[in-house]
């Protein structure tokens, strides 16, 4: 199972996806790493894990539908069975949707429905929760469709919200449910115990 990253920032999802493939917890090869920042911390760890990675965004393509392209050329160059989303702040275009329909996984940082949709993103979320006196929060696999945060929800992992938590406590221990849940998830599919519509586990 081929896993093509997007990822736009520090990529501490990706890092744990990859660390899990090279310990033989997730029966899984990182085949590319695109990022729509160049300088991300997403791109650094890409270099280092010697993953072939790209810059593709608005600089390296004017036109929504040649970076759109770009990137399926991209994913498919490297033969990805599955698009995952780590913290990848751009929508993705419609060829690439279509293409990897029901193959394009997204971690959000809540329980989805509650906290998605535009604008919430990063420590929002959690500041959110906060003002909304949640007892619990926690993270969302769900497959990609062209609206954010919609797509069938594949698997929630809860977190406890602590007295005296602030949005950034709350944020570091999320972080740490997304990663186990990502790995455990994907493993989940290279087994064929969780299918998606997009891929067929050779099981
Ligand atoms: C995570 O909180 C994820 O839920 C959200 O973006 C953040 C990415 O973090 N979609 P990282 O780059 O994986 O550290």
């Known amino acids: 199972m081929k896993l093509g990253f997007l990822a736009s920032h520090g990529g501490s999802n990706m890092q744990a996806i990859i660390d899990a493939c090279k310990s033989g917890e997730l029966n899984a090869t990182p085949a590319v790493i695109i990022s729509n920042n160049a300088e991300s911390g997403a791109l650094a760890k890409a270099r280092y894990e010697a993953i072939p990675h790209y810059h593709l965004s608005g600089k390296t393509h004017s036109s929504p539908e040649q970076l759109d392209q770009a990137i399926l050329d991209t994913l498919l160059a490297h033969q990805v069975d599955i698009v995952i989303l780590?913290?990848?702040?751009?929508?993705?275009?419609?060829?690439?949707?279509?293409?990897?329909?029901?193959?394009?996984?997204?971690?959000?940082?809540?329980?989805?429905?509650?906290?998605?949709?535009?604008?919430?993103?990063?420590?929002?979320?959690?500041e959110a929760v906060l003002a909304a006196d949640e007892h619990e929060t926690g993270a969302t696999i769900h497959l990609v469709t062209e609206e954010y945060d919609t797509g069938a929800?594949?698997?929630?992992?809860?977190?406890?919200?602590?007295?005296?938590?602030t949005p950034k406590s709350l944020q570091d221990r999320v972080l740490?449910?997304?990663?186990?849940?990502?790995?455990?998830?994907?493993?989940?599919?290279?087994?064929?115990?969780?299918?998606?519509?997009?891929?067929?586990?050779d099981y």
Do not use: W
Not at 106 to 124: D, V
Not at 153 to 165: L, N, P, T, W
Not at 188 to 200: D, R, T
């Open 86 to 126: 780590a913290g990848y702040m751009k929508k993705l275009g419609e060829q690439t949707l279509n293409r990897y329909a029901g193959a394009i996984l997204n971690i959000h940082p809540a329980l989805l429905p509650k906290f998605g949709g535009q604008g919430m993103y990063g420590i929002h979320v959690h």
């Open 153 to 165: 929800i594949i698997a929630q992992e809860k977190v406890r919200v602590i007295h005296g938590d």
């Open 176 to 201: 740490k449910a997304e990663h186990a849940l990502f790995k455990s998830i994907l493993q989940n599919i290279a087994e064929g115990k969780i299918c998606i519509s997009g891929y067929k586990a």
